[in-house]
């Protein structure tokens, strides 16, 4: 089936896929103190790049995503299933962006985040639960696996610990990895005949 003429549903994917691996380099190369909560940075440009990266990525989610939740072809519940997640997690990034960008803190991102993955979570149980997608456990597996990210940011940003650091990297890796999947396999269909 042919995407609808104003879809962007794949180049959000392409832009979920994106976050993960800007905030996996940024929790592996940046030399962040959970105890005052700043970024400790000789390499400001570096900082300012994955900051303004995180936040055009999260901006572009959040546009795209409101525009599904009131404009988008697709009845039912779609709106709410694609453009809340969106939009959420678009909001998310912009804060977590701005954060680094501005040197400031990340722990008030993380508790956002939190929620955000509570919402993702829900969604995912309710894509299995009412059947809402072609393949209902990939498509929960893929809604799950940012939750789980955004969960594991709230110790990554709270103590000053290698390994929950690398762990919420190879998850934000993995989840982005499983959008990259995502993104090819509907942009491949929506640009099919």
Known sequence: MAAPRFDMLDSMMWSI??????????????H??????????????MVTGL???????????????IYISFMWVFSGSYPILFGGAGALGGLV???????LTFRKGLQ????????????????????????????????????GAPAVAMILGVPATHVNN???RWVFAVFAILYAIGWIYFGYTTTMSHLGP
């Not at 990034?93 to 954060?99: K, P």
Request: net charge neutral; aromatic share 10%; charged share 10%.
């Open 93 to 99: 990034l912009v804060s977590g962006g701005l954060a």
């Open 32 to 45: 962040y103190n959970a105890r005052t909560d700043t970024i400790e940075e000789d390499n400001k440009t």
């Open 108 to 143: 008030g991102t993380s508790y956002f985040a939190l929620v955000a993955a509570i919402y993702l979570l829900t969604d995912a149980v309710a894509i299995i639960q009412y059947n809402m997608t072609k393949n209902p456990t990939l498509s929960a597996v893929l809604y």
């Open 17 to 30: 896929a994106a976050s993960g691996l800007i905030a996996a380099v940024a929790a592996l190369r940046l």
């Open 51 to 65: 900051g303004l990266a995180l936040t055009t990525t999260g901006f572009y989610l959040f546009i795209t995503s």
């Open 162 to 164: 290698k390994v929950a």
